[in-house]
């Protein structure tokens, strides 16, 4: 409940020993970025620690490589990174709600502070960055381990340095890896430049789906069980599709229908600015930041559409855009 | 045809006065941006100086804004930046063949070294690096204004920093322009982010044209007359999607074979290690890196595909991968 400075949380994370580090369910490249670097940090110290992820994706599951927790020691502290609320803490990852989080590592404005104690960095851009932030004030010595796990975990979170998030701190962060001896242009062309088979079946079908609504100024992208079925690909795949319907020239919403179960669709909806996102979501029992959003609906695909149109619409009205 | 420092390139900047920049032909950010960059440095020395540039990518002109040359001055000094070959000093934009080039500041290897004196730094990922250093040599303080011109120009070149010519170096100079206070998430969201809607219904034609050969280890994209007709899209759109067919799972060779007129096809071959694009192409009279080749084809689409599947077909046995 408690927020501490970087000191503090260097001071507590050197008093402490058999440390296990969780971080949020699906766990992205700085989940598992700012877990692993953290892991391998303590490890250097000649304490005892190791990570608990589940559902890692298969290109970041290398960087867990001799970290996955494996019963060798018993956990006597709880550590978090990049989790903003510990009902996102994944069931799989073993953790038992009646363990208390003794401190959470994070970025996330939205930090619900459920840790004993939690040090929260909502500058940086990456939980990997506060981590290595963290590592510094711990005097742990930056590998060429270390650096690519915090590296993945900067690239992740900003788009590969292409968001608004990143800040001229971020770019010098990223620099002192490369400093490290990383393969940053290998690593990308991993983590950014490779699509599966499945992933390019099912973009072709996703493609095809996309509309245009009012005048070009809303464009939205059907993902069906179906399209899935054809194609072959996982969901945990999808994201980088979201951000496709906004991105075309004159889209003001951008929105992506994800069809989670039959009769039951998950709904992506992404602006540029005056659109506001959180505001169509809102209409829709749903939230998110004014740019991107998120709700569901219950129904079939004709009334979803019919619904999530019909507020942007009103948004769109409400913004002076239509 | 003689190699210069830095200092010595300073220097000779600093001597001159009416200058006039060129940059070669068909433009990119690099190109646009590095001859900005260093007209905004010689005017704020007090110097006359402009730009001539043909065909400007449209989300780059308002760089020149301000700098094109009007005839308001009788150029004394031709400088170019970006250039390796003075061949490639588009004819539109006003080169005259008799006119020495001075001074070219360049960081490609391969630059011919047809100017009178050349500063070539070829470790830096782009012209724009290169004419930063120069800037900070010769005094010039660099404004919001230089900033977006350098920043736009790195970006360019490295992929938005995700190729593996993006070294630590690159990064921190990108921080560097940071600083000045240009707001870097919007310039990416305009330069990476933004897709005309006839880039994306190319884009869709495309993406239903690619077909793999060779057990998935050979993409081919096709991109005919009859799809730049039906979607709209320019020719000059069309660089980034070059690099889709390599980035499928599993496939070493990607090839884009695109028809430039009823006949006639320009093949693009991109490659993953240990497959060699230069070695294909060079069988078609064509050549480049060993990652990333070129070359040209007289025939019908089907003789065209035949003949460039046999040479991949044979670079794949070379390389052990059949």
């Known amino acids: 409940m408690m927020r501490i400075t970087k000191e503090e949380a260097a001071s507590m994370l050197l008093s402490m020993d058999n440390i296990l580090i969780f971080a949020h369910e699906n766990p992205d ?10 892991c ?24 867990t490589e001799g970290l996955m927790f494996d019963n060798s ?17 994944g069931a799989g990852c073993g953790y038992d709600k009646n363990v208390k989080v003794e401190l959470a590592i994070d970025h996330h404005f939205s930090n619900t502070m459920y840790a004993a104690k939690t040090y929260l960095d909502s500058d940086s851009a990456a939980a990997g960055e506060v981590v290595y932030d963290l590592l510094l004030e711990m005097g742990v010595a930056i590998t060429k381990e270390i650096a690519e796990c915090i590296y993945i975990a900067i690239s992740t979170d900003t788009g590969c340095f292409r968001y608004g ?16 001896g ?38 939205v992208m059907m993902l069906t069980l179906d399209m899935f079925k054809e194609s072959g690909a996982l969901e945990c795949e999808t994201q980088a ?29 992404r602006t540029n600015a005056p659109a506001n996102a ?4 809102s209409h829709l029992s749903g939230g998110g930041h004014p740019m991107a959003a ?5 129904g079939n695909k004709e009334d979803a559409l019919k619904a999530v149109l019909e507020h942007t619409e009103n948004q769109l009205r409400i913004a002076g855009l239509l």
């Open 241 to 269: 599709l979201s951000s496709l319907p906004r991105q075309i020239e004159g889209v003001f919403v951008g929105i992506t229908m994800k069809e989670k179960e039959e009769g039951f669709f998950r709904i992506s909806v």
């Open 294 to 298: 998120g709700c569901a609906f219950a």
């Open 278 to 281: 959180a505001e169509i979501a």
């Open 182 to 219: 990383i393969d940053a242009g290998e690593i990308n062309r991993i983590q950014f430049e490779t699509k599966t088979k499945e992933y390019v079946a099912l973009e072709k079908l996703a493609m095809n789906s996309l509309e245009t609504y009012f005048d070009g100024k809303c464009a």
């Open 29 to 38: 490249g700085d989940a598992v970025g700012s877990a692993c670097a953290l």
């Open 40 to 63: 391998h940090g303590l490890l250097s110290l000649g304490k005892k620690a190791a990570v608990w992820l589940d559902g890692i994706p298969k290109n970041d599951i290398y960087l």
């Open 165 to 180: 998030n990143t800040k001229a701190r971020t770019l010098r962060t990223a620099a002192a890896m490369l400093d490290c």
């Open 73 to 89: 020691f018993t956990p006597e502290h709880i550590v978090t990174t990049d989790t903003a609320d510990e009902r996102i803490l």
